[in-house]
């Protein structure tokens, strides 16, 4: 099964930040309930970074230090605040066949 991690945090090398959407991330539970049936997965970055074979980011994003250089699927900024999950699977899917 693929490990993703949804990326909304980072450390920047700065500092970190968040994905300036209107809708709350901070609560995850909507996101893994549908994802976990596909995928394993993560939201933290910084725990997981070297458990994932891809990073799920929102497109657009801010830059952040990629240190191990993984594979990012880059996905419409606008599927994640319509909350629209079959889209963003749709993404992931078309990028990781």
């Not at 490990?3 to 996101?31: I, Q, R, W």
């Not at 997965?41 to 980011?57: A, G």
Request: hydrophobic share 35%; with cysteine.
């Amino acid at each position: 099964m693929i490990k993703l991690c949804f990326v909304f945090t980072v450390n920047s090398g700065v500092g970190c930040g968040s994905l300036p959407l209107p809708v709350n991330f901070e609560e995850y539970s909507d996101m893994k309930d549908y994802f976990s049936q596909y995928y394993n997965v993560s939201f933290n970055y910084l725990r997981d970074k070297d458990q994932v074979d891809y990073l799920v980011l929102p497109n657009p994003f801010f830059s952040f230090d990629n240190e191990h250089n993984l594979p990012i699927i880059k996905v419409s900024a606008r599927l994640f605040m319509e909350k629209d999950f079959e889209g963003v699977k749709t993404c992931i899917d078309r990028y990781s066949a």
